[in-house]
């Protein structure tokens, strides 16, 4: 079956510019969350849904990053005016129960 | 602060040559130890759970243990196609499983 995508693959913003990042979970999955790995880091993370509601955003590192999940299956994740530290990979994941997590292919953002 | 911590940073491995990832934690009241395998630039791929001390899940050339303080993930007779970084996490108590990543065990298998 399909697996959880992102788009874009890749992302080049310059400073100042706001970016958002889409997620596509598999079906059915009610969890849903976002990372942010730096190079040679493990996934950190950000943020987490059940269904449409954000249970946890702990982990956004600013008030410019922003998620959504509005009907509880794609969600957004949108970065205002984007600064050069923002780059990085940004990795969604899905899960059924919360504890086996599916991760998509990941967003690589790069801010000039 | 919750920590995991995984050593080595990269191992080098002749093909057929067993060894052990090693995976030490200090989360408060762990609610589960996590494996994933990353392959460069994709995403980490789920291999195991753990949920208490003295558990082991085994696939195929891989077994993962947990102790109280730490996992080891174990590698039999390794192949190439195993090289990859290999990620341990521990998820705190809440809602659902957050997990804390280690910074990953980058392994390459050699023919």
């Known amino acids: 079956g399909a697996g959880v995508s992102q788009s874009p693959r890749y992302k080049v913003a310059k400073r100042g510019q706001d970016v958002a990042l889409r997620c596509d979970p598999i079906?059915?999955?009610?969890?849903l969350f976002w990372y942010q790995q730096a190079l040679g880091q493990g996934p950190e993370f950000l943020t987490y849904?059940?269904?449409?509601?954000?249970?946890?955003k702990s982990g956004l590192p600013s008030d410019r990053f922003f998620a959504e999940r509005p009907e509880g299956s794609v969600s957004t994740l949108k970065i205002q005016r984007t600064q050069q530290e923002d780059s990085a990979v940004y990795l969604c994941?899905?899960?059924?129960?919360?504890?086996?997590?599916?991760f998509g292919p990941g967003t690589r953002l790069t801010v000039t | 602060e919750d920590q995991v911590t995984q050593s080595p940073e990269a191992l080098r491995l002749q093909e057929g040559e067993s060894s052990s990832l090693n995976c030490s934690y200090t989360v408060s009241g762990l609610r589960g130890l996590f494996w994933y395998r990353q392959d460069p630039g994709k995403g980490p791929e789920f291999l195991f759970t753990l949920y208490s001390a003295g558990e082991e899940k085994e696939k195929e050339r891989l077994k993962a243990t947990l102790t109280k303080k730490e996992s080891f993930l174990h590698i039999t007779a390794p192949k190439p196609e195993d090289s990859a970084t290999y990620l341990c996490?521990?998820?705190?108590?809440?809602?659902?499983?957050?997990?804390?990543f280690g910074r990953g065990t980058s392994l390459i298998v050699h023919p």
């Open positions: 079906s059915g999955h009610v969890s």
């Open positions: 994941a899905s899960s059924r129960t919360g504890n086996e997590q599916y």
């Open positions: 996490a521990g998820a705190t108590p809440g809602g659902s499983y957050i997990p804390t």
């Open positions: 849904f059940q269904n449409e509601a954000q249970l946890d």
